[in-house]
């Protein structure tokens, strides 16, 4: 199928889904992803999680795609949090070799999309293979102009959010900052979304309805858009499904009518 276009790539939807009510001025700036359900999805297939996570990197790999068809200036993805360390050490071992492979294999899909990467989390604290890899990604892609594309990789909106007050502290006692002038911007220039819009529309597939530590201080005025489909079969349809929510909204910010956020 030739995917260049956006008419080619969105042709043929299934019937569930409306084309023509979907409007491309209003697609939202930054949509975010909690891709939940790769084991559960494997597990209902007989499968090992393993080949879960590798079915939910083509998932992944479509709905990058998808956002750049659809202009979205910004796609992050909650790939592993703080909290994943807990997980059996195979699996971790697996997940991070993963990561590594295939974000080697993408780099042609990011060139050829002009997709930036950024990393929301401590990337310094991964294995040495996964480390490098990103950090080399990082360098590969940073004059890339278009889609920024941000993994959350052991991210943990705490400790992103305790990190912003250290570093905010370490300003203070440097005496280059007086606590006087700690506005919200100044907490979020320290946070690892740095110079990123706030997402509008978090989606969070397999059907849990938390937020999992997850972009914490970012996500204050963000829509949730919350699917049964395990992300392993959530697709391109699945996306226009939830901006087609999106775009049904009326989106306060605390006000009476649809007033303009920040
Ligand atoms: C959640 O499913 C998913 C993950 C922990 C990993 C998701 C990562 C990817 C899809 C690839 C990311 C790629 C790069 C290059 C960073 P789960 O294991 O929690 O599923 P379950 O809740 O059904 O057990």
Not at 74 to 79: D, I, Q
Request: with cysteine; charged share 25%.
């Amino acid at each position: 199928m030739d995917d260049s276009t956006f008419e080619t790539f969105f042709a043929n939807p299934p019937s569930t889904i409306d084309m023509s009510l979907l409007d491309r001025a209003r697609i939202p700036h930054h949509i975010s992803c909690i891709m939940d359900g790769n084991g559960r999805w494997a597990t209902s297939r007989g499968l090992s999680r393993g080949e879960g996570h590798k079915a939910g990197i083509v998932s992944l790999r479509e709905i990058i795609t998808a956002c750049v068809r659809l202009g979205v200036d910004v796609l992050s993805a909650y790939a592993f949090s703080t909290e994943n360390w807990s997980r059996p050490q195979a699996e971790v071992n697996l997940l991070m070799h993963l990561f590594a492979k295939t974000f080697i294999e993408e780099l042609p899909l990011l060139h050829r999309e002009n997709v930036r990467v950024v990393f929301l989390g401590d990337i310094e604290a991964l294995p040495d293979e996964t480390r490098r890899v990103f950090e080399y990604g990082l360098e590969q892609t940073r004059d890339h102009t278009g889609m920024v594309l941000a993994l959350a990789v052991n991210y943990g909106g705490r400790a992103e959010i305790t990190r912003a007050a250290r570093l905010i502290a370490q300003r203070v006692q440097a005496g280059t900052l007086d606590p006087e002038d700690i506005t919200q911007d100044v907490v979020a220039d320290h946070l690892y979304t740095a110079g990123l819009p706030d997402p509008e529309l978090v989606i969070r597939t397999s059907g849990e309805l938390r937020l999992s530590n997850y972009l914490l201080w970012q996500v204050a005025y963000a829509e949730f858009y919350v699917t049964d489909t395990y992300w392993p079969d959530f697709d391109r349809w699945g996306l226009v499904d939830a901006i087609l929510s999106f775009q049904h909204r009326d989106r306060r910010f605390g006000g009476l009518s649809a007033a303009k956020g920040r």
